[in-house]
């Protein structure tokens, strides 16, 4: 679990702040190799925008001098080691947009908890140090860590990615490693096939590009960090797909006297397409149809829920539905030629899969072998998972696809996974919670995986 830190205190009065209020916050993580100046960007961010009071500055001072890092390295171990170790959330607002803020961890060792923030992100900025790369060198090597979370970013389907070049004023010719490392940053994209929505020269110590723009430096006269981030798109939601409604809660009514509709209102947050009064249903595993007769939702008013969104729905009758379940569109016919005597069996817009190929993010300790059996999570059902096969794993530094048995820690690679049931699993590049999966340890219960169906 995500250790949330205490939010900065806007310093906007209400009225600026109420004047984006129909711009939906872009949620946005910073991440990158260890030291790359990720907590240092942020607390730039938030000084520099005017999102942090002074009282709150005056607690993190050194020496004399504001150390932005402290705003969000939270924990008493970051502080003592200079470290981001678990990931730390930070708000604040602009005239033009609200933001949320995941700072995630840089080393290799807490790549799970970059993990859990870039799954909810709608954007990522990859921090690259120019000092710790052989600027001088117009082939120069990436870090393998650079490399890793833009791959894991492409692999979460992060809609937006942007690499922020840091520490430029600290090199003896900035325009130079500019030149250098933006020319890297774009090969490396393209032969990962990556898209990358623009890459900035930054000073997160001087705030050079950050939010105030320095003319002219290293040949950039493009828009500051903060300006592309006012501009980035939210994620689209799944909202064009058929209904998959993961119930999460149950809440009966049974004084109810009403017996034109079901007593029970089934709990979660829409996955994918929307919750409509009238709709005709499936209940998964069951298969027992019915039709929508109420949705509400958090606020419990009636009316359509799209994906993305918290939903009650009532159907029209009583039907056995439990946690983990899911609520899905039910079954459309396929289409009879005239000449077709065989009535076609109608197709579920969501089947159920006992083989799934996917492609894994292997966080836990001990490296993955084909053959263990693991607890899978994916919506809010359990099943048990086993690794049938390790097919390959992925070279971050040639991309290569080689051959492997095993899964080491961190690694990024393919398996084929065998379920003991069946569930509404779907392509991640079609719909992102029904692709997504975690494996979780049956021994020491904690979350070794995340998985991407392909």
Not at 3 to 19: D, F, L, R, Y
Not at 72 to 98: H, W
Not at 210 to 228: E, K, M, R
């Given at each position: ?31 990158g190799s260890v030291d790359d100046g990720k907590s240092t960007l942020i607390g730039r961010l938030l000084v520099d925008s005017k999102a942090v009071l ?60 970059m993990v859990t923030a870039a799954s909810q992100a709608d954007a990522a900025v990859v921090l690259v140090d120019a000092t710790k790369l052989d600027w ?132 979660g947050r829409v996955a994918a397409g929307s919750a409509t009064v009238g709709a005709e249903v499936q209940i998964f595993p069951s298969g027992q149809k ?165």
């Open positions: 679990m995500s250790t949330t830190n205490s939010i900065a205190t806007s310093a906007h009065p209400a009225g600026a702040a109420g004047q984006n209020d129909h711009i939906s916050a872009l949620r946005f993580i910073t991440c002074q009282d709150h500055l005056a607690g993190v001072q050194r020496q004399g001098e504001t150390d932005l890092a402290l705003l969000t390295d939270g924990l008493s171990a970051e502080r003592e080691q200079g470290i981001t170790i678990d990931v730390a959330y930070r708000y604040f607002a602009t005239e033009d947009r609200k933001f949320i803020i995941g700072d995630a961890p840089g080393h290799e060792q807490y790549t799970r908890n001088q060198n117009p082939q120069l090597p990436l870090l393998p860590q650079t490399r890793r979370h833009s791959l894991l970013v492409h692999l979460l389907r992060v809609h937006s990615l942007v690499f922020a070049v840091n520490k430029l004023d600290a090199v003896a010719d900035p325009e130079l490693a500019w030149k250098h490392i933006s020319a890297a940053l774009e090969r490396f994209a393209q032969e990962a096939g990556i898209a990358v929505h623009t890459t900035v020269p930054v000073s997160a110590l001087k705030g050079w590009n950050v939010v105030d723009a320095h003319s002219g430096w290293c040949g950039y006269t493009g828009p500051t960090l903060l300006q592309i981030l006012e501009q980035l798109p939210n994620t689209p939601t799944d909202a064009h797909l058929p209904l998959a409604f993961p119930v999460q809660w149950v809440e009966k009514f049974h004084d109810s006297a009403v017996t034109t509709q079901g007593r029970r209102v089934f709990w019915a039709v929508v007769a109420q949705v509400i939702d958090h606020a419990r008013r009636a009316g359509s829920v799209a994906a993305g969104l918290s939903a009650g729905i009532t159907l029209d009758r009583e039907v056995d539905v439990s946690r983990g379940d899911w609520v899905v569109a039910a079954p459309v016919a396929a289409a009879v030629a005239e000449d077709d005597f065989d009535t076609p069996a109608a197709a579920s817009a969501w089947p159920g899969r006992k083989e799934l190929p996917a492609t894994i993010a292997w966080m836990d300790d001990e490296p993955l072998v084909a053959g263990r059996t693991y607890w899978a999570l994916h919506g809010h059902r359990w099943v048990k998972a086993k690794v049938r096969r390790v097919v390959h794993r992925l070279n971050i530094n040639t991309l290569a696809e080689e051959d492997a048995t095993q899964l080491e820690p961190n690694a990024i690679g393919h398996v084929e996974l065998l379920l003991q049931e069946a569930l509404p699993a779907a392509p991640f590049a079609q719909a992102r919670v029904l692709g997504s999966l975690i494996l979780v340890d049956t021994a020491s219960h904690k979350t070794a995986a995340a998985v991407l169906v392909n």
